[in-house]
Nanobody
């Protein structure tokens, strides 16, 4: 069994910053790609950023230059540093990780953390 627990969401004014964290625990042999998604009311869930086990990153265009994804492999944790936040960044943010248990790989999701950016 694998669990992803997110933290760090909240209410912030436009232009402000937040850092999200997502800790992975359970039956872990290794963690491959990790990522952050978000879902705003009435919209589909969208990819925000991903980071591979080797540290390569990719971002959706709307957050490039403002958000930074990173990971601490020793802590099985992925982070999302969000700067210059805009009201349109308001959403529930979900972390996602591909976990290899030693037998198979499977994608897991966190429960989500709310980020609200006021104008």
């Amino acid at each position: 069994q694998v669990q992803l627990v997110e933290s760090g969401g909240g209410l912030v004014q436009a232009g402000g910053s937040l850092r999200l964290s997502c800790a992975v625990s359970g039956s872990i042999f290794s963690i491959n790609t990790m990522g952050w998604f978000r879902q705003a009311p009435g919209r589909q869930r969208e990819l925000v950023a991903v980071i591979t086990s080797g540290g390569s990153t990719n971002y959706t265009d709307s957050v490039k230059g403002r958000f930074t994804i990173s990971r601490d492999n020793a802590k099985n944790t992925v982070y999302l540093r969000m700067n210059s936040l805009k009201p349109e960044d308001t959403a529930v943010y979900y972390c996602n990780a591909e976990v290899y248990s030693g037998f198979y790989s499977k994608w897991y999701w966190g429960q989500g953390t709310q980020v609200t950016v006021s104008s």
